[in-house]
């Protein structure tokens, strides 16, 4: 007991954890904010420079910049509604608007606080549970990972402002361009045009980066005379009434971030739209309405996706299974330096584990100070003139896609993405549920094969396990009520219940 | 216009030069080394742990890339398109050696030169912990009592599982389904939460969980027992006639352009005989599960060619590929 809190506060007593720790949450916060450079990026980068360091070092800073990442994506995608990664996207849906408002300053404050309840709560899980929930998330088949990316696609009912066909549209394109590249079960390539360089199919945050940052800044070409909103930078922190009020929703989509992030291939980006559809679906009185500055819109993706990181853990420390990109890289490195990632890491190495548990809280912490400092400065960002604004965004998605993969191939289908994204934008459509899919069009195509190949192509087979296996039972019916509440059928339903004690 | 003719000889003459002193002096600048894989994989993690060991002996800087994608077509396809100086690197595993019978490509392996093939790893047949199988022969009698029904994990075509199974097929029949996932990681996990029934896997993905007993070996895809799993049986003792294509595995290593000057070539390969043989990066080798192999030159060659000769034939004769390998020169082993 005494060695598990000596190796808790390890990364607390330690003066040189500790400003290791501190100096990866701040890089990271910044990494996670430039588009297109990623925490995934900047780990196996430290996998390299950290070689010959000790391994609880190297822990150390890259805990921090994980931390720090993934809350850092929030920052342009409220200040420019560009998401700085994936996990970051539902952020902008009402970050953004926000800033608009004015309010970017308060925006910032109460994500950060957000966050940094989301990752204490992920890190609390990991913490308590995480054999439990280890176990829990091999019990997912391919099929639930098909169902999970089919609740996922509803979102789109969601998202779609104004028009649901136009929200369907976007999301079938989405999901059309996520199908690019080599088909994943016989190599073939799909709508490649025989190019090498679409064997490897369109990256995601490629078409994120062109959609979201080219096609602002072409957009706000638009509106050039007309003057920035001024930004009030007073009461920036969060006061703790405002804190208490969102704390429910906070919890609630912390849970949602925690297990999502658990389930191994599926990570924040999911998370937080879930957690954006939740607390669209749950809050009846938003402080304003979804989409246009709700703070109920803020609270709940960013909960989720610094709940995720705890999450995305769980099976990395208990079974050697990266949860996320990012854990698989730190699988990596304990693999470089000489430990075994794998169900006996808690036996063997149990200092990796709650090492691992202490640095988390301590990052979180270190991310409160962090991300809580220099709002102002940010805040006025958004005041910048328009023709500092825009080159400085479209430098800013260059040189992030080009990170991605030195391609400048990529950089070229960015900017296309990107004029091809102000024209959607004119025309009405919304870039969410391109996005959206983007990223689960490729996951409903690689585990409906997967589920298929499984039952030997019977349908009916699929069908019995999808009402028989209590998982896949869940989601079916919650998928079920979910289509049925948008149709006549609900309203029917209801009135019937209604009705029915009357008769009586 | 004479001055500028001038100023052009000059500046072309200093130029070659400046070359040909750069040659003399390689590495002058860092070296950029491709991985075609992304972060965090297999190929990633043994080049990270590797390199340290190559740039203390080439004293300059190796910068590491990953350009995943396409089987690593295309960070293969890069370093074949980069000038052939020695600062464009591949650090790549056995994957191109099938492009010309996936008709993934048009190349393979013989379009680069080999610095090194550091390591090659073993397969195994792995079960979850619960499978009431315990040998490969029950495995093989399950398949032949229900043809069609057992899943078998794999990873697309060209992949290990799929290689494995095309090896056991051309020697005996084992008709399965088989359910494609994106790599070893994720059809561990579908292993592991029982919703495969087996699926062959390098050694050093599956070893830590094997010796934790969350996934059981029935066989090693060797001729003999291994040190790393005592007391699993070799997979020639239930398919004797497999032994033609063994000993076989996955194997990594580091290519540069053909056309690269021959002293480069030379250093190159000096740096990373030295670097492989270090007692550290064999120890990670070890604990990876991986066997050292340290070959270059003509060794790499032979190396590769039987390599190739021998997996193409077997899924040629199993009836995993279309493209017949003699059509595109791989001769028969």
Same mark, same amino acid.
């Given at each position: 007991?005494?060695?598990?809190?000596?190796?808790?506060?390890?990364a607390?007593?330690?003066?040189?954890?500790?400003?290791?720790?501190?100096?990866?949450?701040?890089?990271?916060?910044?990494?996670?904010?430039?588009?297109?450079?990623?925490?995934?990026?900047?780990?196996?980068?430290?996998?390299?420079?950290?070689?010959?360091?000790?391994?609880?070092?190297?822990?150390?800073?890259?805990?921090?910049?994980?931390?720090?990442?993934?809350?850092?994506?929030?920052?342009?995608?409220?200040?420019?509604?560009?998401?700085?990664?994936?996990?970051?996207?539902?952020?902008?849906?009402?970050?953004?608007?926000?800033?608009?408002?004015?309010?970017?300053?308060?925006?910032?404050?109460?994500?950060?606080?957000?966050?940094?309840?989301?990752?204490?709560?992920?890190?609390?899980?990991?913490?308590?549970?995480?054999?439990?929930?280890?176990?829990?998330?091999?019990?997912?088949?391919?099929?639930?990972?098909?169902?999970?990316?089919a609740?996922?696609?509803?979102?789109?009912?969601?998202?779609?402002?104004?028009?649901?066909?136009?929200?369907?549209?976007?999301?079938?394109?989405?999901?059309?361009?996520?199908?690019?590249?080599?088909?994943?079960?016989?190599?073939?390539?799909?709508?490649?045009?025989?190019?090498?360089?679409?064997?490897?199919?369109?990256?995601?945050?490629?078409?994120?980066?062109?959609?979201?940052?080219?096609?602002?800044?072409?957009?706000?070409?638009?509106?050039?005379?007309?003057?920035?909103?001024?930004?009030?930078?007073?009461?920036?922190?969060?006061?703790?009434?405002?804190?208490?009020?969102?704390?429910?929703?906070?919890?609630?989509?912390?849970?949602?971030?925690?297990?999502?992030?658990?389930?191994?291939?599926?990570?924040?980006?999911?998370?937080?739209?879930?957690?954006?559809?939740?607390?669209?679906?749950?809050?009846?009185?938003?402080?304003?309405?979804?989409?246009?500055?709700?703070?109920e819109?803020?609270?709940?993706?960013?909960?989720?996706?610094?709940?995720?990181?705890?999450?995305?853990?769980?099976?990395?420390?208990?079974?050697?299974?990266?949860g996320?990109?990012?854990?698989?890289?730190?699988?990596?490195?304990?693999?470089?330096?000489?430990?075994?990632?794998?169900?006996?890491?808690?036996?063997?190495?149990?200092?990796?584990?709650?090492?691992?548990?202490?640095?988390?809280?301590?990052?979180?912490?270190?991310?409160?100070?962090?991300?809580?400092?220099?709002?102002?400065?940010?805040?006025?960002?958004?005041?910048?003139?328009?023709?500092?604004?825009?080159?400085?965004?479209?430098?800013?998605?260059?040189?992030?896609?080009?990170?991605?993969?030195?391609?400048?191939?990529?950089?070229?289908?960015?900017?296309g993405?990107?004029?091809?994204?102000?024209?959607?934008?004119?025309?009405?459509?919304?870039?969410?549920?391109?996005?959206?899919?983007?990223?689960?069009?490729?996951?409903m195509?690689?585990?409906?094969?997967?589920?298929?190949?499984?039952?030997?192509?019977?349908?009916?087979?699929l069908?019995?396990?999808?009402?028989?296996?209590?998982?896949?039972?869940?989601?079916?019916?919650?998928?079920?009520?979910?289509?049925?509440?948008?149709t006549?059928?609900?309203?029917?339903?209801?009135?019937?219940?209604?009705?029915?004690?009357?008769?009586? | 216009?004479?001055?500028?003719?001038?100023?052009? /000889?000059?500046l =072309? $003459?200093? @130029?070659?030069?400046? %070359? *040909?002193?750069?040659?003399? !002096?390689?590495?002058?600048?860092?070296?950029?080394?491709?991985?075609?894989?992304?972060?965090?994989?297999?190929?990633?993690?043994?080049?990270?742990?590797?390199?340290?060991?190559?740039?203390?002996e080439?004293?300059?800087?190796?910068?590491?890339?990953?350009?995943?994608?396409?089987?690593?077509?295309?960070?293969?396809?890069?370093?074949?398109?980069?000038?052939?100086?020695?600062?464009?690197?591949?650090?790549?595993?056995?994957?191109?050696?099938?492009?010309p019978?996936?008709?993934?490509?048009?190349?393979?392996?013989?379009?680069?030169?080999?610095?090194?093939?550091?390591?090659?790893?073993?397969?195994?047949i792995?079960v979850?912990?619960?499978?009431?199988?315990?040998?490969m022969?029950? /495995?093989?009698? =399950? $398949?032949? @009592?229900?043809?069609? %029904? *057992?899943?078998?994990?794999? !990873?697309?075509?060209?992949?290990l599982?799929?290689?494995?199974?095309?090896?056991?097929?051309a020697?005996?029949?084992?008709?399965?389904?088989?359910?494609?996932?994106?790599?070893?990681?994720?059809?561990?996990?579908?292993?592991?939460?029982?919703?495969?029934d087996?699926?062959?896997?390098?050694?050093?993905?599956?070893?830590?969980?094997?010796?934790?007993?969350?996934?059981?070996?029935?066989?090693?895809?060797s001729?003999?027992?291994?040190?790393?799993?005592?007391?699993?049986?070799?997979?020639?003792?239930?398919?004797?006639?497999?032994?033609?294509?063994?000993?076989?595995?996955?194997?990594?290593?580091?290519?540069?352009?053909?056309?690269?000057?021959?002293?480069?070539?030379?250093?190159?390969?000096?740096?990373? $005989?030295? @670097?492989?043989?270090?007692?550290?990066?064999?120890?990670?080798?070890?604990?990876?599960?991986?066997?050292?192999?340290?070959?270059?030159?003509?060794?790499?060659?032979?190396f590769?060619?039987?390599?190739?000769?021998?997996?193409?034939?077997?899924?040629?004769?199993?009836k995993?590929?279309?493209?017949?390998?003699?059509s595109?020169?791989?001769?028969?082993?």
């Open positions: 007991m005494s060695e598990t809190i000596s190796y808790l506060l390890m607390w007593s330690d003066p040189n954890l500790l400003l290791l720790t501190a100096l990866g949450t701040f890089a990271g916060i910044y990494i996670g904010a430039i588009p297109g450079l990623s925490v995934t990026m900047a780990v196996s980068i430290l996998v390299s420079f950290t070689f010959s360091w000790e391994v609880n070092s190297a822990l150390a800073l890259i805990v921090g910049i994980y931390i720090g990442g993934v809350y850092g994506g929030s920052r342009s995608a409220i200040l420019l509604n560009i998401p700085g990664a994936p996990s970051s996207v539902a952020t902008a849906f009402d970050g953004y608007p926000l800033a608009k408002l004015g309010e970017a300053g308060r925006a910032i404050g109460l994500s950060t606080v957000m966050s940094v309840i989301g990752g204490l709560a992920g890190t609390l899980v990991l913490a308590s549970a995480a054999p439990v929930i280890g176990d829990m998330a091999l019990k997912f088949a391919p099929r639930d990972y098909f169902l999970i990316a609740l996922g696609l509803l979102l789109v009912g969601s998202l779609a402002e104004g028009s649901l066909a136009k929200g369907v549209f976007a999301a079938a394109l989405g999901t059309v361009i996520g199908l690019v590249g080599m088909d994943p079960v016989t190599a073939q390539g799909r709508f490649t045009l025989g190019q090498v360089e679409l064997m490897g199919g369109i990256h995601y945050v490629v078409v994120m980066i062109g959609l979201f940052g080219v096609a602002e800044a072409f957009y706000q070409l638009h509106s050039l005379d007309v003057p920035a909103v001024r930004q009030q930078v007073t009461k920036i922190i969060p006061s703790v009434a405002m804190v208490l009020k969102f704390l429910p929703l906070s919890l609630r989509t912390a849970v949602i971030g925690v297990l999502v992030g658990a389930l191994p291939g599926v990570g924040g980006d999911i998370a937080a739209l879930m957690a954006y559809d939740h607390a669209k679906r749950t809050v009846k009185k938003p402080s304003r309405p979804f989409g246009q500055g709700a703070y819109g803020l609270v709940a993706p960013e909960t989720a996706n610094s709940a995720a990181v705890g999450g995305a853990y769980v099976p990395m420390l208990t079974l050697g299974i990266p996320d990109a990012v854990t698989a890289v730190i699988i990596g490195a304990l693999v470089i330096h000489g430990l075994n990632p794998g169900p006996m890491l808690m036996v063997e190495s149990p200092h990796i584990f709650w090492f691992t548990v202490g640095n988390l809280a301590l990052a979180n912490i270190f991310l409160l100070v962090f991300g809580l400092m220099g709002i102002k400065l940010f805040a006025k960002l958004v005041e910048l003139p328009k023709a500092m604004l825009i080159p400085l965004i479209l430098v800013l998605c260059v040189v992030g896609t080009y990170s991605i993969n030195s391609s400048m191939t990529e950089v070229y289908w960015m900017l993405f990107g004029l091809f994204g102000y024209f959607l934008k004119v025309f009405g459509f919304q870039m969410g549920p391109v996005i959206l899919g983007v990223i689960l069009g490729p996951m195509d690689n585990s409906w094969r997967q589920a298929m190949a499984s039952v030997g192509d019977n349908p009916v087979e069908l019995g396990e999808l009402l028989s296996n209590p998982v896949s039972l869940i989601l079916t019916v919650g998928i079920t009520l979910i289509l049925l509440g948008k006549p059928v609900s309203g029917w339903l209801k009135k019937k219940c209604k009705c029915t004690p009357v008769t009586h | 216009m004479l001055k500028k003719l001038l100023v052009g /000889l000059t =072309a $003459a200093s @130029a070659a030069g400046f %070359s *040909l002193a750069a040659h003399a !002096a390689y590495p002058e600048r860092s070296i950029q080394a491709v991985i075609p894989w992304g972060a965090g994989g297999a190929t990633d993690n043994v080049m990270r742990s590797l390199t340290p060991y190559v740039e203390k080439l004293g300059g800087k190796v910068i590491l890339n990953n350009r995943p994608g396409g089987t690593a077509v295309i960070g293969t396809s890069y370093v074949l398109g980069q000038q052939p100086n020695g600062y464009t690197l591949l650090l790549g595993a056995e994957n191109p050696q099938l492009y019978v996936l008709g993934l490509a048009k190349f393979d392996y013989s379009a680069l030169y080999p610095i090194n093939l550091i390591g090659q790893n073993v397969a195994v792995a979850h912990a619960d499978s009431p199988w315990n040998s022969a029950d /495995l093989m009698a =399950a $398949a032949k @009592a229900n043809p069609g %029904s *057992l899943r078998m994990g794999g !990873a697309g075509a060209g992949a599982p799929s290689t494995v199974h095309a090896m056991i097929s020697v005996d029949q084992l008709d399965v389904r088989e359910v494609t996932f994106g790599g070893d990681g994720p059809g561990i996990t579908a292993l592991m939460g029982q919703h495969i087996f699926m062959p896997l390098s050694l050093a993905a599956a070893k830590e969980l094997i010796r934790t007993g969350k996934l059981k070996a029935l066989a090693v895809v001729t003999e027992e291994i040190p790393e799993l005592p007391g699993v049986e070799p997979i020639s003792k239930t398919l004797p006639a497999i032994a033609d294509y063994l000993p076989w595995g996955p194997f990594w290593g580091v290519w540069v352009h053909k056309d690269t000057p021959d002293d480069v070539k030379q250093k190159l390969t000096a740096a990373y $005989a030295k @670097a492989v043989a270090t007692p550290e990066f064999q120890a990670f080798l070890k604990n990876y599960g991986a066997k050292s192999l340290n070959l270059s030159g003509d060794e790499a060659s032979q590769l060619n039987r390599w190739q000769s021998v997996t193409t034939w077997s899924m040629y004769k199993a995993a590929i279309d493209i017949a390998p003699d595109v020169g791989i001769a028969k082993p």
